[in-house]
């Protein structure tokens, strides 16, 4: 056996449990019948002490009678005759048993006479009789000055049963008396009587001669003693004066104060119980060592295909074999070991090819990094590297493994490697380094990013330095281009840079010397701050989808200053745009033009004003020449009527057209506008055919102004179709209403004229293709008109619709001057 088995283990733990269950039994069930023999034990004991006790009191009554009968025999007369008296006591039959002596005492309890128990015997000494002492019956005490002695006292009564003196009788408890004769017997083989004293706790007698006149233990050292002096009648276990264990019973007298109890020691009270345990013990030894020996065999027995597992197991370590799953011949908690062994197998093969198809996709990931991951020993060799490494120094990983950096750098490479890898392996820390790298095959310069940690074993031990690094030569070159792009950053050029949201990401200083925003004020502010009022409206949108669209937008407008000032900027706006051809950013250059925009807007408006002197004057004489051709064709009219109608026909022509000279020539911007244009004809015309004409303006009208390669064409329209209204319908039929009103549709004007008429069912050919409709259709704008005439009952409605380009429409309201 091997103290380490599970068999010894299991032998041994068993057997403990066995023993401690079977002593546990065996001490319950001892400790119940020790209690159930103490009960029984005890109400035996104390049906004995009961019996002595009344024995007791018989023994105290008979020698009461016998010293009653003396006193009775004696007259009161023999007092007076003390030494007489004294004679007569004692040549008494000395079958009274006082072997002490017999004392005479009067009624105040003085000694009268004192007798010895024999002639020549010693006569007892002196006794005071208690106060207490009651004369109608025996008394029966105990005195400490009467040491050994036991006073029984009787009343001596004359002839009318009067007490008059008081007979006391002494027996020597030294002596066998009639309480040593009652004890024989004792209790037991070894156990005892005894009479107690309970006031003095002192032993008047005893079967065991050496406990008379011994007291019993004194107050506090046993309770069951102090409960028999205190009046208890029971039984119960206590230890004697000796310390002894005892099993005590006491009963009381009825004659005497005393109490007669009787001890056993429980070695001889309780002998069968511990018989009983040497039994018991004896018997748990023999099964302990039956139930050890048969679970030995069991466990022996049932644990073999475990010990035949573990063979296997031990072989399989050893051997280079692949692993095979146990046999399984039983549905026993073994065999669900072997199952579950079985499975973890199974697992284990699994989790075998997972970290070997993982070692594979790790390989494969780190083959295709970006960055250059190889690990080193202490000695600075290769022991892996990654496909990027491999195609760096154009090896294999078995040609580079074992090789050193100085094959491959420049001295001066090698050593600034070498001092960071000797920094991790002494301090055990993660490095984070740039390293200048020069390439000794090539000659080719690099810079790299490297991060070099150390790897530990299971132990805390390092076994070996990886290394990453990132190839940062173009971006080191890049970084140098961005510090002189910023350097040209800070051009005298404003600049602001914006994301899609048209959000301000950064400005340069110029930007703020022109805008008077600081950098971090307009930073995430919306390019919307710098709107000026004074741009059209719809300006700023348009610029930005020309950016969106074309990618640039070049243009001068008005911008505001952070203090509210308005200030013109010559800008051009550029999107930025990423690898998918997506804008990213959106960059604004803007200069401060506004002195050479003020200076260049002085010398426009100076030139226009003198544009405008020459252009009024050029048409006050275009229409003074064409009011000249007027007389002139109104003096031929005279020297030949016949043709006063067509002649009349061109004066309204020449008219309209001098109508739109004079409104250029009057106005202060050279406009012609459309309602100012049709009063003017429709006065001329109602003048000249002597016809009403009635012309209807809305009080508040936006003025439209006409083209101005549009002005004359529509001047000669609007003279044809008043001209035809008056002519055909208005001198004779109330005249000729002319209404002008703006249309549902944005920039749109209906001039509407309307006479008495009809018109005919289909129109006949003018032979005079400059008058009449043949002229309006063909003095028609290409856009932004038509002409609708329609019979409306008894009205001719003639429909002029002009739009832009033909107009120019504005946006203030102001009173037509008609």
Not at 784 to 813: D, F, H, K, Y
Request: charged residues 20%; aromatic residues 6%; contains cysteine.
């Amino acid at each position: 056996m091997q103290r380490h088995t599970l068999k010894t283990r299991l032998t041994v733990t068993m057997l403990a449990i066995s023993l401690l269950g079977l002593w546990s039994l065996s001490y319950f069930s001892t400790q119940v019948l020790r209690q159930d023999m103490e009960h029984m034990l005890g109400l035996q004991q104390l049906s004995a002490v009961t019996l002595v006790a009344t024995s007791l009191d018989a023994a105290i009554n008979e020698q009461g009678s016998s010293l009653s009968h003396l006193a009775h025999s004696l007259a009161p007369s023999m007092l007076e005759r003390p030494e007489r008296l004294r004679q007569l006591l004692e040549g008494l039959d000395k079958g009274l048993q006082f072997d002490a002596g017999l004392q005479v005492h009067d009624l105040q309890g003085h000694l009268l006479v004192s007798a010895a128990a024999s002639r020549g015997g010693s006569v007892p000494p002196p006794y005071v009789l208690p106060a207490e002492l009651n004369p109608a019956r025996v008394t029966v005490h105990a005195s400490s000055r009467l040491s050994g002695l036991l006073p029984l006292s009787v009343p001596m009564l004359d002839q009318h049963g009067q007490r008059y003196a008081t007979l006391t009788g002494f027996t020597n408890l030294r002596n066998s008396n009639f309480l040593s004769r009652l004890l024989t017997a004792g209790y037991g083989g070894s156990g005892s009587y005894m009479v107690v004293e309970p006031d003095q706790r002192l032993v008047i007698a005893s079967s065991n001669p050496a406990y008379v006149l011994g007291n019993i233990p004194p107050v506090g050292q046993s309770a069951l003693v102090d409960r028999f002096v205190g009046g208890y009648q029971g039984s119960g276990v206590t230890r004697n004066s000796s310390r002894t264990e005892v099993l005590a019973s006491a009963h009381r007298s009825e004659l005497a104060s005393w109490y007669v109890a009787a001890a056993l020691p429980t070695s001889d009270a309780f002998a069968p119980v511990a018989t009983m345990q040497r039994h018991l013990l004896l018997a748990t030894i023999v099964f302990a060592l039956l139930l050890g020996g048969l679970t030995w065999w069991t466990l022996r027995r049932q644990l073999a295909p475990l010990m035949d597992a573990i063979h296997k197991l031990t072989q399989m370590r050893v051997s280079v074999a692949p692993l095979q799953a146990l046999s399984v011949q039983r549905d026993d908690e073994i065999g669900r070991l072997f199952v579950a062994f079985n499975g973890l197998l199974a697992a284990l093969n699994q989790r075998e090819v997972a970290l070997q198809q993982s070692e594979r996709k790790l390989a494969d990931i780190l083959d295709h990094a970006d960055s250059f991951v190889y690990l080193k020993d202490r000695e600075g060799r290769y022991l892996y590297a990654n496909r990027r490494v491999r195609t760096l120094f154009q090896r294999t990983m078995q040609q580079l493994a074992g090789r050193r950096d100085e094959e491959f750098f420049s001295s001066a490479s090698v050593a600034i490697l070498r001092q960071h890898e000797q920094a991790v392996w002494q301090y055990g820390a993660t490095l984070r380094v740039e390293e200048p790298t020069v390439d000794r095959r090539n000659g080719r310069a690099a810079i790299y990013q490297s991060v070099k940690l150390p790897l530990r074993d299971q132990s805390g031990e390092i076994y070996a330095m990886c290394g990453i690094s990132i190839d940062i030569t173009e971006r080191k070159q890049t970084e140098e281009a961005l510090r002189i792009a910023a350097i040209a950053f800070e051009a005298q050029a404003g600049i602001a840079v914006l994301d899609t949201n048209l959000r301000i990401l950064r400005v340069n200083q110029a930007f703020a010397d022109i805008t008077g925003y600081l950098p971090a004020e307009v930073s995430g502010q919306p390019i919307n701050i710098l709107r000026s009022q004074r741009q059209p409206e719809g300006y700023y949108e348009e610029m930005w989808r020309t950016t969106r669209k074309h990618g640039v937008f070049r243009d001068d407008a008005w911008l505001r200053r952070r203090n509210g000032e308005d200030f013109y900027a010559r800008g051009t706006t550029s999107a930025v745009y990423s690898v998918r051809g997506e804008v990213t950013h959106y960059v604004c250059h803007l200069i401060d033009v506004t002195e050479s925009h003020q200076r260049e807007t002085l010398r426009l408006q100076q030139e226009a004003a003198h544009r405008d002197v020459l252009v009024r004057e050029v048409h006050h004489r275009i229409k003074n020449n064409l009011q000249g051709i007027t007389g002139i064709l109104r003096q031929f009219t005279y020297k030949h009527p016949q043709l006063e109608e067509p002649i009349s026909h061109a004066i309204s022509q020449v008219k309209g057209m001098s109508v739109v000279h004079g409104l250029r020539g009057r106005a202060a911007d050279g406009a012609v506008h459309l309602c100012e244009l049709c009063a003017e004809i429709a006065d001329q015309v109602s003048a000249l055919w002597q016809t009403v004409i009635r012309f209807d303006l809305p009080p508040l009208w936006q003025p439209a102004g006409v083209a101005d390669d549009e002005a004359v064409p529509i001047a000669l329209i609007l003279n044809e179709l008043i001209l035809n209204a008056a002519k055909h319908g208005g001198r004779d039929h109330g005249g000729v209403d002319i209404r002008l009103r703006r249309t549902a549709i944005a920039q749109q004007i209906e001039i509407t004229i309307s006479n008495q008429g009809l018109l005919p069912a289909q129109s006949a050919a003018t032979p005079d293709p400059y008058s009449g409709l043949q002229l309006v259709q063909a003095l028609m704008p290409r856009a932004g008109a038509s002409l609708n005439m329609r019979q409306q009952e008894q009205l001719v409605l003639t429909t002029l619709l002009l739009a832009p380009p033909a107009l120019q429409i504005t946006t203030r309201e102001t009173p037509c001057t008609t």
